[in-house]
T-cell receptor, first 113, second 112 residues
Framework: GQQLNQSPQSMFIQEGEDVSMNCTSS?????WLWYKQDPGEGPVLLIA?????ELTSNGRLTAQFGITRKDSFLNISASIPSDVGIYFC?????????????FGGGTRLMVKP | DTGVSQDPRHKITKRGQNVTFRCDPI?????LYWYRQTLGQGPEFLTY????????KSRLLSDRFSAERPKGSFSTLEIQRTEQGDSAMYLC??????????FGPGTRLTVL
């Protein structure tokens, strides 16, 4: 089946630093999504990417859909304590199970004030 | 708040009991999805509905799992004869056709 490899698994950074995380896949996806999840809550959508090569920003967040359609990255600039959480990439393909999202394993971000 | 809602938020049950979870999607969304998330992992797709039709259910973990969306609005996920391995967070999401999926807060199931 499809798998998404997300890295790094965890990051411990100083407040104000920039952060970068990425996902790679052995399969092509039509859409890439990035979510943030706080403990005990559901994932919250941050950014959606629809076209290969697309670069999209949402405040301090920037994400790109890789040209090969097999990868994506998320950057967070000038991190703040409330950025703490687990970030998941998710790929959407329509070759099976309709709108099934395939998730990466997550990147746990910790920010030191 | 008009986001996806799930009930209950937490459920503790004894092995062998049946449990049912409810999901209310965003009102104009016609697609509804169920995912399961175990500790330290990303969500794993289970099944989805378009209106009242269940279009994919081959990913349900066993025949003990079933889902319904009888009127195309809210949905229920039932697990029969629960096992300790069923302990997880059960997430519901909704979307308008093939657009972005928005998740609810989840139901955390603990099977003793």
């Amino acid at each position: 089946g499809q798998q998404l490899n997300q890295s790094p698994q965890s990051m411990f950074i100083q407040e104000g630093e920039d952060v970068s995380m990425n996902c790679t896949s052995s399969s092509i996806f039509n859409t890439w999504l990035w979510y943030k999840q706080d403990p005990g809550e559901g994932p919250v959508l941050l950014i959606a990417l629809y076209k290969a090569g697309e670069l999209t920003s949402n405040g301090r967040l920037t994400a790109q859909f890789g040209i090969t359609r097999k990868d994506s990255f998320l950057n967070i600039s000038a991190s703040i304590p409330s950025d703490v959480g687990i970030y998941f990439c998710a790929g959407l393909s329509r070759d099976n199970a309709g709108n099934m999202l395939t998730f990466g394993g997550g990147t746990r971000l910790m920010v030191k004030p | 708040d008009t986001g996806v809602s799930q009930d209950p938020r937490h459920k503790i049950t004894k092995r062998g009991q049946n449990v049912t979870f409810r999901c209310d999607p965003i009102s104009e969304h016609n697609r509804l999805y169920w995912y399961r998330q175990t500790l330290g992992q990303g969500p794993e797709f289970l099944t989805y509905f378009q209106n009242e039709a269940q279009l994919e259910k081959s990913r349900l973990l066993s025949d003990r799992f079933s889902a319904e969306r009888p009127k195309g609005s809210f949905s229920t996920l039932e697990i029969q004869r629960t096992e300790q391995g069923d302990s997880a967070m059960y997430l519901c999401a909704s979307s308008l056709m093939e657009q972005e999926q928005f998740f609810g807060p989840g139901t955390r199931l603990t099977v003793l």
